[in-house]
């Protein structure tokens, strides 16, 4: 990341009714981000980002101006979200254009007095992922004919230090009420996990790098639902068999919903890599009942951003995080290529504006 820089650009002006300009003061900084500054999305979206790209798109700050039609801020109000519109041409399929509300608008909550505006930005993003693929993988448990959700259930999270494994690993035990939670961190950060997270929060923890095989430690058919945050596909060996469930953030969409979201922008081969990819996951959970869905986390669902919002005001969720401050360049690249790599940071990592 060592072409990230800091540009002065004017304040911008309220230009809508509906519009309101805030003060940010910390802004997350996560691996999508990374990956377009690096380039490594231009094969799939070709000229569609253009320099310079503003990085991070979930922040909290102080809201300064509102325009005549916001009626749920005022001047001075703390809030928090994601400015989650991009530059670039989607054409979504009509039917998602409600449901899917990229590039249409931001969402912003009042920052609850539980975190700080750097736990805030931390959080929002992660949080949304996670309460929308818990609640599908509950969905997905009932289907199996499971009545009595996660409450009891042993659980698994790879990567309990990550920046969206942290949240999970939280979400399942202090909120869905999750009986025994397993995750998986490297060895530099086995001492850390007791500092970083709250208290009680993974029931048995498992160091990979010592341990590259799950089901050596993990006894298989003991594990009823995986929240897969990493690409691995291990934890199946673990897996309940008849009733299990998974809901990944880090599989591939169908090819199908990609065209339906993001319209005619994406290569036929990355298409079709993605049907492709189906098909393995099916191979892989060949001789069993397991269900799988996969989730990428849809802040356009009012709803669930509200309800989000209402986890947080709980301070049942304290994100764990690396801060460091814009105007240390040299530190904000160093930590982005971390992030970038996903390898050797510790939770998500958030810029300190101001």
């Given at each position: ?44 979206v ?8 503003r ?7 102080t ?16 809030v ?55 609640e ?23 990567g309990?230090?990550?920046a969206?494994g ?92 990609f ?55 709980t ?17 904000v ?22």
């Amino acid at each position: 990341m060592s072409g990230l820089e800091i540009l002065d650009v004017p304040v911008p002006d309220i230009q809508d009714p509906k519009q309101m300009l805030i003060k940010m003061h910390a802004a997350g900084f996560a691996t999508g981000d990374a990956n377009i500054i690096a380039g490594k999305m231009k094969t799939l979206v070709g000229d569609n980002f253009k320099f310079p790209l503003r990085a991070g798109i979930t922040g909290s700050g102080t809201v300064v101006k509102v325009g005549k039609g916001v009626t749920a801020f005022k001047p001075g109000d703390a809030v928090y979200g994601m400015a989650f519109s991009r530059p670039l041409k989607f054409n979504p399929h009509p039917g998602y254009a409600s449901e899917y509300a990229i590039g249409r608008e931001d969402l912003f909550l009042l920052k609850p007095a539980a975190l700080s505006f750097e736990a805030a930005a931390a959080a929002f993003g992660a949080t949304v992922t996670a309460y929308q693929s818990l609640e599908l993988g509950l969905r997905l448990l009932r289907e199996q004919g499971v009545q009595d959700g996660l409450e009891g259930k042993t659980v698994f999270v790879p990567g309990a230090l990550s920046a969206t494994g942290n949240i999970g690993v939280q979400m399942l035990k202090h909120v869905y009420g999750a009986g025994r939670v397993i995750s998986t961190v490297s060895t530099a950060k086995m001492p850390l996990v007791r500092d970083r997270l709250p208290p009680g929060t993974v029931d048995e923890l498992i160091d990979y790098q010592k341990t590259p095989r799950l089901a050596d430690v993990v006894t298989p058919g003991s594990v009823d639902f995986t929240y897969g945050t990493q690409w691995t596909l291990e934890y199946i060996k673990v897996m309940e068999k008849r009733r299990g469930v998974i809901v990944s953030i880090a599989a591939l969409f169908p090819a199908q919903l990609f065209r339906e979201v993001l319209g005619d922008i994406l290569p036929f081969w990355f298409l079709w890599v993605a049907s492709l990819a189906q098909l393995y996951y099916r191979w892989r959970l060949r001789g069993t009942s397991i269900k799988m869905g996969i989730v990428s986390g849809n802040p356009g669902v009012r709803e669930d951003v509200e309800r989000v919002g209402e986890i947080l005001a709980t301070g049942k969720i304290q994100p764990v995080m690396t801060v460091v401050e814009m105007e240390d360049i040299e530190a904000v690249r160093e930590a982005a290529d971390k992030v970038q790599k996903i390898k050797g940071g510790i939770g998500g990592l958030v810029i300190k504006i101001a």
